[in-house]
Each structure stands twice: as structure tokens, then as C-alpha cells.
T-cell receptor
Framework: AQSVTQPDIHITVSEGASLELRCNYS??????LFWYVQSPGQGLQLLLK??????LVQGIKGFEAEFKRSQSSFNLRKPSVHWSDAAEYFC????????????FGTGTQLKVEL | EAEVAQSPRYKITEKSQAVAFWCDPI?????LYWYRQILGQGPELLVQ????????DSQLPKDRFSAERLKGVDSTLKIQPAELGDSAMYLCASSLAAGGPYEQFFGPGTRLTVL
């Protein structure tokens, strides 16, 4: 069965520091990958997506992610975190031929210290 | 900018009562999804529609949950009777189609509390 692992449940960083959120997936087929962000009590907003091509993808709000097939990873990065980035972040994976269904990780809660 | 609409945003009910949630997807989106998100977890797909047809309801507890999308546009998710364990956020999403990969656009969700 497909699975998505976000090993860090909580992460705390200082404002201005760099950030990396980890995501590993388990799939047999060619994956497509997403990172979503969720503020408290809100729906999910897409940060970025990888379908094919360049493995380094740029998203909104200064986020980027790199797909590494050999490591089955799709880690999210930001060079300088802002206090408004505090939220929960979800990695999601689908695969070609899967009917556009997504499997989500359990999320990483980001806290930003001023 | 087009958005997925959901109502109500919050619902408090007592166990054994019936509840219903409504979703209006982005215009032109053929595929609609209902997810359940328990606090501290990621969303879990309950049911997926392609137009008015159900294409996946394998995770829908069919003894108490039902979903419909009669005209292939808006959709209703119903729980009857509600149980304490149903307390969660119910998210609706839509995408252009189901062939993939397509981005799923999410609504603001309905927060259900069962007392």
C-alpha cells in the first residue's frame, strides 16, 4: 500500500532561519507530489507541485522542493522563514494511473519564534 | 479567483443526530472529493465523484455516511446517526478531471463536533 511519511511532527525555527521539512513516500509507480499548507481551522492551500521535468520546483511564498527519486523524497525548503509561515504543512502523493487520488502525510506543525 | 465553497463552516450536534454538509466545487471541475481530517492527522479520502458518478467510496463508512452529487455539480455528504468518533474537519476538494495529475483545490472545510 502507498504511504507518505513526514517524520517531524513539530518543528520550531527562529524567524529568518532556514527551513527544511521532510517527506518520504513509498510507491511503485511514477509519483506526482504536492506540498500543501493549512492554517488553523482553514482548508489546504497548495504551495507547490511536481509532475515531471525539473526536479527542483518553485512555489508560492518563497518555498521550493526537490524531488529525489533515489531517496523517494520530496523535501520542502525555504531560505528565510517569516512569522506568518507558522502553520501545518502536508506532503501528498499520487501516481500516474491512480485516478488523481492523493495520499497525505500526517503533517508537520511549524512554529516560528520571533 | 474561483474557490470551492462549503457550508456550514462549523457544526455542533449530539450523537445519534443527522448532519449534512454541502460543497460547491469550482465551476467546470468534473471531479469532486470529500475528505475527513481528524485532529493531528492528514486528510483521508472518503469519496470521489467523477461528474455525478462515484468512482471511489472504499473508505466511506456506508452504514452511516452517504454522499451524492445528483447533477454533477454541487454535492452533499450526510452522516446519520452521528457518533462521537465522527468529530473532525470535513474537507471538500475539486479538480478538472480524474485522469491525473491535476491539482486539487480545497474548500475551507466544515468543523464537526459531536457531543
Amino acid at each position: 500500500a502507498q504511504s507518505v511519511t513526514q517524520p517531524d511532527i513539530h518543528i520550531t525555527v527562529s524567524e529568518g532561519a532556514s527551513l527544511e521539512l521532510r517527506c518520504n513516500y513509498s510507491y511503485g509507480a511514477t509519483p506526482y507530489l504536492f506540498w500543501y499548507v493549512q492554517s488553523p481551522g482553514q482548508g489546504l492551500q497548495l504551495l507547490l507541485k511536481y509532475f515531471s521535468g525539473d526536479t527542483l520546483v518553485q512555489g508560492i511564498k518563497g518555498f521550493e522542493a526537490e524531488f529525489k527519486r533515489s531517496q523517494s523524497s520530496f523535501n520542502l525548503r525555504k531560505p528565510s522563514v517569516h512569522w506568518s509561515d507558522a502553520a501545518e504543512y502536508f506532503c501528498a502523493v499520487g501516481f500516474t494511473g491512480g485516478g488523481n487520488k492523493l495520499t497525505f502525510g500526517t503533517g508537520t506543525q511549524l512554529k516560528v519564534e520571533l | 479567483e474561483a474557490e470551492v465553497a462549503q457550508s456550514p463552516r462549523y457544526k455542533i450536534t449530539e450523537k445519534s443526530q443527522a448532519v449534512a454538509f454541502w460543497c460547491d466545487p469550482i465551476s467546470g471541475h468534473a471531479t469532486l472529493y470529500w475528505y475527513r481530517q481528524i485532529l493531528g492527522q492528514g486528510p483521508e479520502l472518503l469519496v470521489q465523484f467523477q461528474d455525478e458518478s462515484v468512482v471511489d467510496d472504499s473508505q466511506l463508512p456506508k452504514d452511516r455516511f452517504s454522499a451524492e452529487r445528483l447533477k454533477g455539480v454541487d454535492s452533499t455528504l450526510k452522516i446519520q446517526p452521528a457518533e462521537l468518533g465522527d468529530s473532525a474537519m470535513y474537507l471538500c476538494a475539486s479538480s478538472l478531471a480524474a485522469g491525473g495529475p491535476y491539482e486539487q483545490f480545497f474548500g475551507p472545510g466544515t468543523r464537526l463536533t459531536v457531543l
